[in-house]
T-cell receptor, first 116, second 108 residues
Framework: DAGVIQSPRHEVTEMGQEVTLRCKPISGHNSLFWYRQTMMRGLELLIYFNNNVPIDDSGMPEDRFSAKMPNASFSTLKIQPSEPRDSAVYFC??????????????FGPGTRLTVL | AQTVTQSQPEMSVQEAETVTLSCTYDTSESDYYLFWYKQPPSRQMILVIRQEAYKQQNATENRFSVNFQKAAKSFSLKISDSQLGDAAMYFCAYDMRFGAGTRLTVKP
């Protein structure tokens, strides 16, 4: 099993540019999560998909952030336009959600985003 | 709102000794899971241990065990016989919410 795959691992961009982060969840998992990790705010849930449908996007900071999951094996997190305060490590995680229980989340290696 | 609180930003332990990391959470649910994750310098998040709330018995995984107090909404992690490789950030998690983390240092 390849685990959760994220790309790129590192991204450096300039303020105002569009950034797209990509995630491939573990095959068979039906829940996908995007998190942002910073020193100041810790690990924050941005958005959660279940069966490719966004369930909770209350953590998305503002309209500059958008996420999609066009199919069960792919998701993107887009920031447009990017700002220096978006600099963080972005994690994608997936899990198999059985009923109302929440199972272990499997995390990708993260994408370190630096916005200059 | 569901919250997870880790009140110890940093902890230190001598190699081979035991350390306990604290976590409290808030929920109105009766059946749920709680998790401890480890994040080493490589930043890869790794599950350490999981506790099912309806189970009375505390979960144990080798040197890692939990003290789960459901009524108090407390979920602490005990690491026995600490090893240098245990040095990492440790996160307590409930649902999709994570605590602020505890940075564990292991002294040789």
């Amino acid at each position: 099993d390849a685990g959760v795959i994220q790309s790129p691992r590192h991204e450096v961009t300039e303020m105002g540019q569009e950034v797209t982060l990509r995630c491939k969840p573990i095959s068979g998992h039906n829940s996908l999560f995007w998190y942002r990790q910073t020193m100041m705010r810790g690990l924050e849930l941005l958005i959660y998909f279940n069966n490719n449908v966004p369930i909770d996007d209350s953590g998305m900071p503002e309209d500059r952030f958008s996420a999609k999951m066009p199919n069960a094996s792919f998701s993107t997190l887009k920031i447009q336009p990017s700002e220096p305060r978006d600099s963080a490590v972005y994690f994608c995680a997936s899990s198999y959600e059985a009923g109302s229980s929440y199972n272990e989340q499997f995390f990708g290696p993260g994408t370190r985003l630096t916005v200059l | 709102a569901q919250t997870v609180t880790q009140s110890q930003p940093e902890m230190s332990v001598q190699e081979a000794e035991t350390v306990t990391l604290s976590c409290t959470y808030d929920t109105s649910e009766s059946d749920y899971y709680l998790f401890w994750y480890k994040q080493p310098p490589s930043r890869q998040m790794i599950l350490v241990i999981r506790q099912e709330a309806y189970k009375q018995q505390n979960a144990t995984e080798n040197r890692f065990s939990v003290n789960f107090q459901k009524a108090a909404k407390s979920f602490s992690l005990k690491i026995s016989d600490s090893q240098l490789g245990d040095a990492a950030m440790y996160f307590c998690a409930y649902d999709m919410r994570f605590g602020a983390g505890t940075r564990l240092t292991v002294k040789p």
